[in-house]
Nanobody
Framework: QVQVVESGGGLVQPGGSLRLSCVVS????????MGWYRQAPGKQRELVAD???????VYADSVKGRFTISRDVDKPRVTLQMNSLKPEDTGVYYC??????????WGQGTQVTVSS
C-alpha cells in the first residue's frame, strides 16, 4: 500500500505565495512519478505539475512561470511552490504518486483559496 499525505495550503491574497508539500510512504519502491492536480468547484480535476524520474517537469499552461515543482532525490517527497497566485488558482490541490504499474495513489487534498 501507498500513503500520500499533503500539507500546506490555506488562504492567500492575489499575488501572494504558498508552498505545498507531499510525502509518500509505504510501498514506494515502484513510484516513478509524483505531481499535483487541482479541482475547482464545478470543474474536473486537472493537472497542475508533474515530475517523473529522469524527466523534466511538466506544467499546465496556466501556471507556467509562476509555479515550480521539485522532488527530493533521496526522499519520496515533492513540493509545489506557487507564486503570483490568482483567484483562478483556487481549488482543492491533490498530490499524486504513480508507480510503474500505472497505478495512481492520491492524497486527501488540501484547500487553496486566493481571495482578497
Amino acid at each position: 500500500q501507498v500513503q500520500v499525505v499533503e500539507s500546506g495550503g490555506g488562504l492567500v491574497q492575489p499575488g501572494g505565495s504558498l508552498r505545498l508539500s507531499c510525502v509518500v510512504s509505504g510501498s514506494i519502491f515502484n513510484i516513478y512519478a509524483m505531481g499535483w492536480y487541482r479541482q475547482a468547484p464545478g470543474k474536473q480535476r486537472e493537472l497542475v505539475a508533474d515530475i517523473a524520474s529522469g524527466s523534466s517537469a511538466v506544467y499546465a499552461d496556466s501556471v507556467k512561470g509562476r509555479f515550480t515543482i521539485s522532488r527530493d532525490v533521496d526522499k519520496p517527497r515533492v513540493t509545489l511552490q506557487m507564486n503570483s497566485l490568482k483567484p483562478e488558482d483556487t481549488g482543492v490541490y491533490y498530490c499524486n504518486a504513480r508507480n510503474y504499474h500505472q497505478e495512481d495513489f492520491w492524497g486527501q487534498g488540501t484547500q487553496v483559496t486566493v481571495s482578497s
